[in-house]
């Protein structure tokens, strides 16, 4: 079971698939006004310097000015379609990935909450027939958003990857291309793509695992995205190569939080910490829950959903599976505010779970004010010092909350997906029927 969870989180994150079966409360369908989406596509500079000596670098490829061959076609206005992940910039305006049968293909937008649209999907070359491709993105507001493509079959290896990114919301999208042939590989599985500001991004790949290992390139851009540079692969950054990742941050364009579950092989649970923009990284091992005595030696735990709101200033969460039986689970919050020279740590309520489902996880408007999201939802407004219970859901949820009441889930169970939506806080959920706008 340890097992299964673990690996669903690795090699999905936040990108895990989510499904449910409940009912159909309301639907008030609103349509926004057409826009001609023209996508376009312009050449690459080579490959940006970094601010730091570069280990390991690949030459990025100058992309061609234009698609050749069939490319994603955009959906039909009116069709129904499933939204697999959301992420909301503000009450009205927000980005989904999706598709047709829970597919994961299109890029949409909407500026309606949910309730209309826009398939803004870029002009990605269409997957061979019998073949599928999944998308990874990053949406910084409504405008700036990255999405990267990538065989769906783990067993396929793509010689080139193409990220694309736009700053108009979609109306137009160019594209970067990364070049994978440098890298031995068994697979290719985009874990994290994360962006501080319009031009330091990160986009951090599994490429193989095995007993103890699960090996990663970290790929950096310092143009918005028009060149990747291998920063860190298999051949170096060799402390963070072994086991599974669980969650990659950044602050800013040096400063970085990387946390992963060692699954009781190492005893301490720790974050890494980059002040070089992901070239190197230093291990910090966090201190036992504070009241215990002799924990770490009863109990297997690894750090989970890193949430930073300065290089200072970090919250983690920290999964533990008793060493007897590995099914008591006991989790917990640590917080830093001196960049993890000194750690707070409260327990975590008993029903929510850190690792369980994949896509639940923390949400902090600041310090003090946050949500624990998964099956049980609680509330706290000191830090984590205490927990009030909010909810119990009959479904687990890929959540997207823009402050501490106003939120969506792409909710699932038994196969299902539907996406709903609340406005105090996950008391009470009001599922939308997604359909393409105009």
């Given at each position: 079971?340890?097992?299964?969870?673990?690996?669903?989180?690795?090699?999905?994150?936040?990108?895990?698939?989510?499904?449910l079966s409940c009912n159909v409360l309301e639907n008030i369908a609103t349509p926004?006004?057409?826009?001609?989406?023209q996508p376009s596509v312009t050449s690459s500079a080579t490959a940006?310097?970094?601010?730091?000596?570069?280990?390991?670098?690949?030459q990025t490829p100058v992309p061609p000015t234009a698609i050749q061959g069939p490319v994603i076609a955009h959906l039909s206005e009116g069709q129904a379609i499933d939204v697999g992940y959301i992420h909301m910039v503000d009450t009205n305006q927000g980005w989904g990935i999706g598709g047709l049968a829970q597919a994961r293909d299109h890029v949409f937008r909407t500026q309606t909450g949910g309730l209309t649209w826009r398939d803004i999907t870029p002009p990605e070359p269409a997957p061979a027939a019998g073949t599928a491709i999944d998308a990874l993105g990053f949406f910084a507001d409504s405008s700036h958003g990255w999405v990267v493509y990538y065989p769906a079959d783990?067993?396929?290896?793509?010689?080139?990857?193409?990220?694309?990114?736009?700053?108009?919301?979609?109306?137009?999208?160019?594209?970067?291309?990364?070049?994978?042939?440098?890298?031995?590989?068994?697979f290719f599985t985009p874990l994290y793509l994360y962006f501080s500001g319009s031009q330091n991004g990160w986009l951090l790949v599994g490429v193989g695992a095995g007993m103890n290992h699960a090996y990663v390139v970290l790929y950096s851009t310092r143009d918005g995205g028009k060149t990747w540079t291998d920063i860190l692969d298999p051949s170096t950054g060799l402390n963070i190569q072994s086991f599974s990742k669980t969650g990659m941050v950044f602050v800013n364009a040096q400063t970085g939080w990387l946390t992963r579950d060692a699954q009781g092989v190492d005893s301490t649970p720790h974050i890494f910490n980059t002040q070089d923009g992901g070239i190197s990284w230093t291990r910090i091992d966090l201190p036992p829950p504070a009241g215990t005595n002799g924990?770490?030696?009863?109990?297997?735990?690894?750090?989970?959903?890193?949430?930073?709101f300065s290089a200072q200033s970090v919250f983690v969460s920290m999964m533990c599976l008793d060493n007897a039986t590995f099914k008591v689970e006991q989790d917990f919050l640590y917080s830093t505010s001196d960049g993890g020279q000194t750690w707070q740590s409260f327990p975590l309520p008993s029903g929510f779970k850190v690792a369980d489902p994949p896509a639940g996880g923390l949400f902090f408007t600041d310090m003090q004010n946050g949500l624990a999201l998964g099956r049980w939802i609680y509330r706290t407004d000191n830090g984590g010092k205490t927990w009030s219970t909010v909810k119990q859901v009959n479904w687990d949820g890929q959540f997207?909350?823009?402050?501490?009441?106003?939120?969506?889930?792409?909710?699932?169970?038994?196969?299902?997906?539907?996406?709903v939506r609340t406005v105090d806080g996950g008391g009470t959920w009001k599922e939308i029927q997604p359909v393409v706008a105009p």
């Open positions: 079971m340890r097992a299964d969870k673990l690996h669903r989180i690795v090699w999905f994150g936040l990108l895990a698939s989510v499904i926004i006004p057409p826009t001609g989406v940006a310097s970094t601010t730091a000596t570069v280990n390991s670098t690949t783990p067993a396929s290896f793509p010689s080139a990857v193409r990220v694309w990114f736009t700053a108009d919301g979609g109306a137009s999208w160019m594209y970067g291309v990364i070049d994978t042939s440098g890298v031995p590989a068994e924990w770490f030696d009863n109990n297997s735990c690894g750090t989970y959903s890193p949430v930073a997207s909350f823009v402050d501490i009441n106003t939120g969506w889930a792409v909710a699932s169970n038994a196969g299902q997906l539907a996406l």
